[in-house]
Nanobody, 118 residues
Framework: QVQLVESGGGLVQAGGSLRLSCKASGSILSINTMGWYRQAPGKQRELVAT???????RYADSVKGRFAISRDGAKRTVYLQMNSLKPEDTAVYYCNAAAWTATLGEYWGQGTQVTVSS
């Protein structure tokens, strides 16, 4: 019913920047909170940043001041601008959305790899 497609991952040197995008499509009536999570090898998935429909944001302490989340409601797209990247930011980044179709559901993208070399 709802598909989330991420793009923008890749390999970057420490100190560099990347911008992730995630576009939602499907039988969507509206989208509440959208966000980004990440999972490094051998670790649990963790919250990176979220943004509500009224553009209130929340960040993990580890990325505050370096990452910025934004969204374009008309395009049903959420972005994650990542600056001053560190090797410890290396992970698969997943897009998440709470969206209304016939009911409210939580949806995940397939993930995009971000690798930061030292």
């Amino acid at each position: 019913q709802v598909q989330l497609v991420e793009s923008g991952g890749g390999l970057v040197q420490a100190g560099g920047s990347l911008r992730l995008s995630c576009k939602a499509s499907g039988s969507i009536l509206s989208i509440n909170t959208m966000g980004w999570y990440r999972q490094a090898p051998g670790k649990q998935r963790e919250l990176v940043a979220t943004i509500t429909s009224s553009s209130s944001t929340r960040y993990a302490d580890s990325v505050k001041g370096r990452f910025a989340i934004s969204r374009d409601g008309a395009k049903r797209t959420v972005y994650l601008q990542m600056n001053s990247l560190k090797p410890e930011d290396t992970a698969v980044y997943y897009c998440n959305a709470a969206a209304w179709t016939a009911t409210l559901g939580e949806y995940w993208g397939q993930g995009t790899q971000v690798t930061v070399s030292s």
